[in-house]
């Protein structure tokens, strides 16, 4: 059932939530009247919340104190052990606009933002993390160009900040102007038409704790036309020691990385996408998981044996071999034609020696 966004501290309790097929793909959503009758937010935010109550006031201030007001707050609690969940119903007793799905047990990031999505009753949805924040006027500007144009995506701009209070901007937005696959992460930084993803069946990978972020926007930006930009809407992306974008990738992460990008080539061989487009997103997703390998800093030969087989599959998967050859043949020469001739052996000694380079 829909949550109201007008209801006054309404909490979604769910103590073994089932909101969607296995597969994690999304079933759409019934109108709630407010949509009926004309009263949707403009924009859903969207926030998981697992273990960061050190982080949420500064991430639930910049999100309460967006001067476009008209949004709903989608807070889901992903049965944190911590006092987040204290924190969520503080500020919901002063802001009607949040609601609260609580989860009696932890589903993991990629339920917990489908599971809003399912329930969003915005326009555009929005997403922020809770250990992040946003400027003011964030939703505001990217909402106004949403409109001003019709776009489907409308992306602002990173700024990542290092805990030695270094602070660089991310994606060049000059850059997704002229090609829009250039938006391949930081999916945080925009604002998505709900329809578009509902009607594309646009998802975070269900299961998977690493790479669910770049399987998502990679998906939406293979099915939009054009993505507009805004430079001066800031998302602040605090980079954390402890997070899992980290250098160093445990089996479960690179697996995990496996199952995500795996998603991208999924989606992009199910639908109608463009050639350019089609070869790299492709070659995005393989490479990812490539030198994921290498992140993994790992002697494991069975890891790389049950990789080398996981890539295998992927590469048969293929609709342009050809041009997904010649690509690959410039960063990693030798691995195409191996993986070719599909020997499993030969395969998994490339990867053992790629890892030590």
Request: overall charge negative; proline content about 4%.
């Given at each position: 059932?829909?949550?109201?966004?007008?209801?006054?501290?309404?909490?979604?309790?769910?103590?073994?939530?089932?909101?969607?097929?296995?597969?994690?793909?999304?079933?759409?959503?019934a109108?709630s009247h407010?949509?009926?009758?004309?009263?949707?937010?403009?924009?859903?935010?969207?926030?998981?919340?697992?273990?960061?109550?050190?982080?949420?006031?500064?991430?639930?201030?910049?999100?309460?104190?967006?001067?476009?007001?008209?949004?709903?707050?989608?807070?889901?609690?992903?049965?944190?052990?911590?006092?987040?969940?204290?924190?969520?119903?503080?500020?919901?007793?002063?802001?009607?606009?949040?609601?609260?799905?609580?989860f009696?047990?932890?589903?993991?990031?990629?339920?917990?933002?489908?599971?809003?999505?399912?329930?969003?009753?915005?326009?555009?949805?929005?997403?922020?993390?809770?250990?992040?924040?946003?400027?003011?006027?964030?939703?505001?500007?990217?909402?106004?160009?949403?409109?001003?144009?019709?776009?489907?995506?409308?992306?602002?701009?990173?700024?990542?900040?290092?805990?030695?209070?270094?602070?660089?901007?991310?994606?060049?937005n000059?850059?997704?102007?002229?090609?829009?696959?250039?938006?391949?992460?930081?999916?945080?930084?925009?604002i998505?038409?709900?329809?578009?993803?509902?009607?594309?069946?646009?998802?975070?990978?269900?299961?998977?704790?690493?790479?669910?972020?770049?399987?998502?926007?990679?998906?939406?930006?293979?099915?939009?036309?054009?993505?507009?930009?805004?430079?001066?809407?800031?998302?602040?992306?605090?980079?954390r020691?402890?997070?899992?974008?980290?250098?160093?990738?445990?089996?479960?992460?690179?697996?995990?990385?496996?199952?995500?990008?795996?998603?991208?080539?999924?989606?992009?061989?199910?639908?109608?996408?463009?050639?350019?487009?089609?070869?790299?997103?492709?070659?995005?997703?393989?490479?990812?998981?490539?030198?994921?390998?290498?992140?993994?800093?790992?002697?494991?030969?069975?890891s790389?044996?049950?990789?080398?087989?996981?890539?295998?599959?992927?590469?048969?998967?293929?609709?342009?071999?050809p041009?997904?050859?010649?690509?690959?043949?410039?960063?990693?020469?030798?691995l195409?034609?191996?993986?070719s001739?599909?020997?499993?052996?030969?395969?998994?000694?490339?990867?053992?020696?790629?890892?030590?380079?």
């Amino acid at each position: 059932m829909p949550i109201n966004p007008h209801a006054s501290h309404g909490a979604v309790r769910e103590t073994a939530p089932s909101p969607r097929p296995e597969d994690g793909t999304l079933r759409g959503r019934a109108n709630s009247h407010e949509c009926l009758l004309g009263d949707c937010p403009k924009v859903s935010v969207i926030i998981p919340i697992h273990n960061v109550e050190s982080y949420l006031r500064r991430c639930l201030d910049s999100v309460c104190g967006q001067t476009l007001h008209d949004i709903e707050i989608l807070c889901v609690n992903d049965n944190s052990p911590d006092n987040s969940l204290s924190i969520i119903s503080e500020y919901q007793r002063n802001d009607d606009r949040i609601k609260l799905i609580n989860f009696g047990e932890n589903k993991g990031v990629s339920f917990a933002r489908n599971y809003a999505i399912d329930r969003a009753n915005g326009d555009y949805l929005g997403f922020v993390d809770p250990d992040d924040e946003i400027g003011p006027h964030f939703f505001e500007k990217l909402y106004a160009r949403a409109i001003s144009g019709g776009y489907e995506i409308v992306k602002g701009r990173a700024l990542h900040i290092f805990e030695d209070g270094r602070k660089a901007f991310g994606i060049n937005n000059e850059n997704i102007c002229k090609n829009k696959l250039h938006f391949c992460r930081e999916f945080w930084s925009a604002i998505y038409r709900r329809e578009f993803i509902i009607k594309n069946e646009i998802n975070f990978t269900i299961g998977a704790m690493f790479g669910e972020d770049i399987a998502f926007v990679c998906k939406a930006v293979s099915v939009v036309e054009h993505i507009a930009t805004v430079d001066d809407a800031i998302y602040a992306y605090h980079r954390r020691s402890d997070s899992s974008d980290g250098e160093i990738l445990s089996k479960n992460h690179l697996m995990s990385l496996f199952l995500s990008q795996n998603d991208i080539v999924k989606f992009i061989n199910k639908r109608e996408v463009g050639p350019s487009s089609y070869d790299a997103l492709f070659f995005y997703a393989f490479t990812n998981c490539v030198n994921g390998l290498r992140r993994t800093k790992s002697n494991d030969r069975m890891s790389i044996i049950l990789y080398a087989r996981l890539l295998t599959s992927m590469f048969e998967t293929c609709k342009r071999k050809p041009a997904f050859g010649y690509k690959l043949y410039e960063s990693l020469p030798g691995l195409y034609e191996l993986l070719s001739k599909n020997v499993p052996e030969e395969i998994e000694q490339y990867l053992f020696d790629f890892i030590k380079k």
